[in-house]
């Protein structure tokens, strides 16, 4: 499959960040292999005014470092991020990736379980929002007890909230 039109899926990005409350700090992700080409939006959040926050992968975990500065690749293949970490919080929403989604929010992730650590200990009220290609959303994916769903889906054609905000 084609990657997804990484500009359509930016400024579907923007314009929902935009509809939202809060302050102007998000995270998202750098892109790699076959994932939504992520530099635009990075590109267009910050022109926007909006902190980005970007992910670095520290032992089992994630850190969060401001988008803002160089970048090395990781031994996982990665371009992440150099500068010193960051608290998560606050945030408006959390861009993340998705191997595929449903309607109904359920997310698969590359099974590392990375994003499902965060999101356990994230509070309610911040919004996950999973970014894939219109080829991604589909009927089902596996689920296991640890899993959060997404509250919404944004692909270049389209922006689904699938649970209630």
Known sequence: MPLPDAGALAQRALDLLTSLDGPPRTTCYVSYGMEPPTGPTV???EAAGFD???PRVVGADLEWVESRGPRETSAMGIDEPMGPAVPLLPLRAMLIPA???TTGGERLG?????YDRVLASLPDGVP???????????ASVPVEAHDRPVDAVITPTRTLWVRPR
Not at 110 to 114: A, D, T, V
Not at 128 to 138: F, K, R, S, Y
């Open 128 to 138: 996950v929002i999973a970014m894939v290609g219109d080829h991604d959303v589909v």
């Open 99 to 101: 191997l595929a989604v």
């Open 110 to 114: 590359k099974g590392g379980g990375f």
């Open 43 to 45: 590109e267009l959040l």
């Open 52 to 54: 980005v926050l970007l």
